[in-house]
């Protein structure tokens, strides 16, 4: 199993609707989550943190499912700013920083 | 704000030369990091360094080295360089002793393109 993987998408969506992509981790033990966002030909950049069962910033929430072994994220009343990518990222084994999918690509259409 | 910065945006060279790709972190980070992002294969780890002096072998270090002798300030050689190194490169940092999974930042990148 792949440490980290998520839906490439893309995930065509009207502006102002709701949506949610998942993302599934392998090392149980991990401890802390993070979403990133990337835009077309630019750098990652932190979107969310994800510590214990969740996180809500504005019109976005990222959730955390031990059990499952899986982080979602959504994000409401979807604007034309929030097309980009979304990395889902996890720790990897042992003491070596974190771990990167391969990103969900969302396109919000007018 | 943290700040990352990388030496150049876009660098052309060719087959055999050896590169030099800069990164420098101003905020007293312990750890930093270069990746490779390539076209569905996403963000892949070539190497890191939880301090100065020290660096570690990511996923895909063969063909690459670094070197970290100050704290704010981690290069990414190419020995050789060569076609299939053609890539985007990103540095990032993060703060932390002993590459505890704080997050990271990156700096803007490098568009390599070996010819």
């Known amino acids: 199993r792949k440490e980290v993987e998520q839906d490439p998408g893309p995930f065509n969506v009207p502006e102002g609707a709701t949506v949610a992509f998942n993302c599934t981790y392998s090392?149980?033990?991990?401890?802390?989550f993070f979403w990133y966002r990337q835009d077309c030909r630019k750098e990652p950049k932190l979107l969310m943190s994800?510590?214990?069962s969740g996180n809500e910033d504005g019109r976005f929430t990222a959730q955390l499912n031990r059990a499952s072994q899986y982080i979602s994220l959504l994000i409401r009343d979807s604007k034309l700013s929030d097309s980009a990518t979304y990395l889902c990222?996890?720790?990897?084994?042992?003491?070596?920083?974190?771990?990167f999918g391969k990103g969900t690509h969302l396109i919000i259409q007018p | 704000d943290v700040k990352v910065t990388q030496s150049s945006r876009y660098l052309v060279k060719r087959t055999g030369e050896k590169v030099f790709l800069e990164c420098v972190q101003d905020?007293?980070?312990?750890?930093m990091f270069w990746y490779r992002q390539d076209p569905g294969l996403g963000l892949r780890l070539i190497y890191f360094?939880?301090?100065?002096?020290?660096?570690e072998k990511g996923d895909i270090p063969e063909g690459y080295s670094v070197s970290r002798e100050k704290k704010e300030r981690f290069s990414l050689i190419l020995e050789s360089a060569s076609t299939n190194q053609t890539s985007m490169y990103l540095c990032?940092?993060?703060?932390?002793?002993?590459?505890?999974?704080?997050?990271?930042?990156f700096g803007p990148g490098t568009r390599l393109t070996v010819t």
């Open positions: 994800v510590y214990s």
């Open positions: 905020m007293d980070h312990e750890n």
């Open positions: 990222v996890a720790p990897r084994g042992g003491a070596d920083g974190l771990t």
């Open positions: 090392n149980s033990a991990s401890q802390s």
């Open positions: 360094s939880y301090d100065v002096k020290m660096k």
């Open positions: 990032a940092s993060s703060p932390g002793w002993g590459g505890i999974s704080y997050e990271q930042y």
